[in-house]
């Protein structure tokens, strides 16, 4: 049976901070009266990978909004490694260790595979340093060993506009990870992919929950089965559900408010 968060996440006074990565608690968003996101806990341990789903409007992208600081919540407080990070802007949260993939890949058309992989490198953030200064040994074999795993080490030299839509997602995930983020947020990973590229980031993305905490939104229920992690429901903002897929989808509400649909 599924459960609500509020029924076994510890209080932000309790020890929560040794099994969450990321807390939030009771967060709201509201914007011109509209309540956008009303959660009143919600937790990701430390190496978990979390599937988030719900409706269109459900407040998943808000969600996200709010961890990454692009959005200010209403209320409630954010922590995420052990720090308070309710009130920092959002590039200090970015350097914090929380990355970001939108549902439409990041990716710079005109530069090579290789160059958008170097933008990433940890310490490089300004781009014409980071194209023109030499790279050591060991950046360039990083960048080569992630790019072997999503079957991109012969388009190296190719500019991303070369590149087909599952080409350009693998691309932005993995410079994402060369960026070393301890959390990673990724915004459907699985749209517009073929069945093969679709099974191929879904083993990416379990491979990657051994070194990373990762946030997924998703639509495509067989991508979400594949990833067989723990499923959180949102609907009308608020958590309806949390479980593994099989429990949600026996969920009553959950079948009412979006499955069935």
């Known amino acids: 049976m599924s459960t609500s968060y509020n029924d076994h996440l510890p209080s932000v006074n309790a020890l929560w901070h040794t099994e969450y990565l990321l807390f939030l608690e009771g967060i709201t968003a509201v914007f011109d009266g509209f309540t956008a996101l009303d959660v009143g806990a919600f937790g990701v341990a430390h190496n978990e990978l979390r599937v988030v789903i719900g409706p269109n409007g459900a407040g998943k992208t808000t969600m996200c909004d709010v961890v990454t600081g692009k959005t200010k919540e209403t209320t409630g407080r954010v922590h995420f490694d052990r720090k308070d990070i309710t009130d920092d802007a959002e590039m200090d949260i970015a350097l914090m260790g929380i ?8 990716v710079y058309d005109s530069l090579t595979v290789y160059e958008n992989m170097e933008l990433a490198l940890p310490g490089h953030k300004k781009l014409w340093s980071n194209l023109f200064c030499k790279r050591t040994a060991d950046e360039r074999d990083r960048i080569m060993t992630i790019l072997k795993r999503v079957h991109l080490e012969s388009q190296e030299n190719t500019e991303a506009r070369y590149l087909s839509h599952g080409q350009r997602q693998w691309l ?3 410079s994402l990870i060369l960026s070393d983020p301890k959390l990673l947020l990724v915004d459907e990973p699985a ?3 073929t ?6 980031t879904g083993e990416l993305l379990l491979e990657l929950k051994e070194a990373h905490t990762i946030l997924v939104i998703e639509h495509d229920m067989d991508f979400v089965r594949q990833l067989n992690s723990t499923v959180t429901v949102l609907n009308e903002g608020k958590v309806m559900a ?3 897929l099989q429990d949600v989808q026996e969920n009553e509400d959950v079948i009412e408010a979006y499955l069935g649909r």
């Not at 990355?99 to 990041?106: A, D, E, M, S, V």
């Not at 069945?195 to 191929?200: N, R, V």
């Open 191 to 193: 749209a517009g992919l």
């Open 172 to 174: 932005a995930i993995s």
């Open 99 to 106: 990355g970001r993939k939108f549902q439409t890949p990041t």
């Open 195 to 200: 069945d093969s590229e679709t099974h191929l």
């Open 242 to 244: 949390e479980g593994t």
